[in-house]
């Protein structure tokens, strides 16, 4: 018998404290705190644009910037030096509300400085009648990890913020970076999208493949033309569509696997071993995203994670959804996870060839800033 492996991450995350996404302020309605007798109007969208050191993050954000459908976009350009070259380069795309965060990395420094931020935008925009910001962008350092970013956001939930990740993937350098980087195995598996980048300079099927191989979940975008990738990154994709089917693993370090509950399993079962998951794999954890189902109801519950940071179950009326997780893990193999959790109820394999569940757009509330990504 393999020996049972220590759990490696005593976080656990509280799926069983999430209500109905209307505990919280939605679009237009008030927020207490901060802003007094202030009327702050939230954002529809918050998308987090990731990617590794130059892949690109700018260069598709200048040209989203440029088109008609970019209006009413606020930016936040994350840059860690301190000349702030993004930030001159983003500056020239367009006379928009523009905030910089000068104090490093949004994921190792004090994230309370882009809670501040995103008020301090959602206020000023709110004093001033102007319409309401369609979209909010943070465009992160490159070696920035999406999951600690989005769990900084957690006091931002009055705000209905509609969360996603993009990230860029360039085509010239993706493959050998993610041999040598972890951080860019993060950024990769967070993603709702995945743009590859500089298709012109370099074959884009090797980093279309390592994208698909690490996660298959998020909707690929391979478009030569920049204004029609720009487009295709930043304009919300469809709530659930079907991804095509991912080649061979292109990345010996990240298992993608999936997960189904033996008969007899009750809803706690299922709570159980989710929060189980996450405190066995800490930060090897990396994607989460499937459907679960209550015991007795017709009802498919959509169930999502970036690294431990869980969204609360969210009902979808979507007809013929069996249930079911896909997990993306970071130096965890098959073998390791069932023996570390040999007594769960659940069935876990290796993910095979087949249409996957893309990420969709998200929407705020619940236990966590946002109950999907």
């Given at each position: 018998m393999a020996p049972r492996a220590a759990p490696h991450h005593p976080r656990r995350p509280r799926l069983r404290r999430g209500g109905a996404?209307?505990?919280?302020?939605?679009h237009g309605r008030r927020a207490e705190g901060g802003g007094g007798d202030r009327r702050m109007t939230a954002p529809t969208e918050f998308i987090l644009l990731a990617g590794f050191l130059g892949s690109g993050k700018t260069s598709l954000l200048r040209d989203w910037l440029l088109l008609p459908e970019a209006a009413d976009t606020a930016v936040i350009v994350n840059?860690?030096?301190e000349i702030d070259v993004d930030g001159v380069i983003v500056a020239e795309g367009g006379n928009l509300p523009m905030a910089m965060l000068s104090n490093g990395c949004v994921c190792c420094s004090l994230?309370?400085?882009?809670?501040f931020t995103v008020r301090a935008l959602v206020e000023q925009r709110a004093r001033s009648a102007a319409t309401p910001f369609r979209r909010i962008v943070l465009e992160c350092s490159g070696l920035s990890r999406p999951g600690p970013i989005l769990r900084s956001l957690l006091p931002?939930?009055?705000l209905?913020?509609?969360v996603r990740v993009v990230t860029t993937c360039d085509a010239s350098q993706a493959v050998q970076q993610a041999r040598h980087f972890?951080?860019?195995?993060a950024q990769l598996a967070a993603a709702s999208t995945i743009v590859v980048t500089k298709p012109d300079l370099h074959d884009p099927a090797p980093a279309e493949a390592l994208a698909a191989a690490i996660n298959p979940l998020a909707l690929r975008v391979v478009e030569s033309d920049r204004a029609a990738r720009a487009r295709a990154a930043f304009s919300p994709p469809a709530a659930l569509v079907?991804?095509?089917e991912p080649p061979g693993t292109a990345h010996p370090r990240v298992a993608v696997l999936r997960a189904t509950f033996h008969e007899g399993a009750s809803w706690e079962d299922r709570l159980d071993w989710l929060e189980d998951l996450a405190a066995f794999c800490g930060d090897r954890l990396l994607r989460v995203k499937g459907f679960l189902r209550r015991p007795g109801s017709p009802v498919p519950l959509l169930v999502q994670a970036v690294g431990t940071l869980f969204s609360?179950?969210?009902?979808?009326a979507t007809e013929g959804v069996t249930e079911g997780l896909v997990l993306i893990l970071r130096d965890i193999t098959l073998p390791e996870l069932r023996a570390g959790m040999a007594s769960s109820p659940v069935r876990l394999s290796t993910l095979r060839p087949g249409p996957a569940l893309a990420c969709g757009p998200v929407e705020a509330g619940c236990a966590a800033p946002f109950p999907a990504l």
């Amino acid at each position: 018998m393999a020996p049972r492996a220590a759990p490696h991450h005593p976080r656990r995350p509280r799926l069983r404290r999430g209500g109905a996404a209307g505990r919280h302020p939605r679009h237009g309605r008030r927020a207490e705190g901060g802003g007094g007798d202030r009327r702050m109007t939230a954002p529809t969208e918050f998308i987090l644009l990731a990617g590794f050191l130059g892949s690109g993050k700018t260069s598709l954000l200048r040209d989203w910037l440029l088109l008609p459908e970019a209006a009413d976009t606020a930016v936040i350009v994350n840059e860690a030096g301190e000349i702030d070259v993004d930030g001159v380069i983003v500056a020239e795309g367009g006379n928009l509300p523009m905030a910089m965060l000068s104090n490093g990395c949004v994921c190792c420094s004090l994230t309370s400085d882009l809670v501040f931020t995103v008020r301090a935008l959602v206020e000023q925009r709110a004093r001033s009648a102007a319409t309401p910001f369609r979209r909010i962008v943070l465009e992160c350092s490159g070696l920035s990890r999406p999951g600690p970013i989005l769990r900084s956001l957690l006091p931002l939930s009055p705000l209905g913020l509609s969360v996603r990740v993009v990230t860029t993937c360039d085509a010239s350098q993706a493959v050998q970076q993610a041999r040598h980087f972890d951080e860019v195995a993060a950024q990769l598996a967070a993603a709702s999208t995945i743009v590859v980048t500089k298709p012109d300079l370099h074959d884009p099927a090797p980093a279309e493949a390592l994208a698909a191989a690490i996660n298959p979940l998020a909707l690929r975008v391979v478009e030569s033309d920049r204004a029609a990738r720009a487009r295709a990154a930043f304009s919300p994709p469809a709530a659930l569509v079907s991804a095509p089917e991912p080649p061979g693993t292109a990345h010996p370090r990240v298992a993608v696997l999936r997960a189904t509950f033996h008969e007899g399993a009750s809803w706690e079962d299922r709570l159980d071993w989710l929060e189980d998951l996450a405190a066995f794999c800490g930060d090897r954890l990396l994607r989460v995203k499937g459907f679960l189902r209550r015991p007795g109801s017709p009802v498919p519950l959509l169930v999502q994670a970036v690294g431990t940071l869980f969204s609360a179950p969210t009902p979808v009326a979507t007809e013929g959804v069996t249930e079911g997780l896909v997990l993306i893990l970071r130096d965890i193999t098959l073998p390791e996870l069932r023996a570390g959790m040999a007594s769960s109820p659940v069935r876990l394999s290796t993910l095979r060839p087949g249409p996957a569940l893309a990420c969709g757009p998200v929407e705020a509330g619940c236990a966590a800033p946002f109950p999907a990504l």
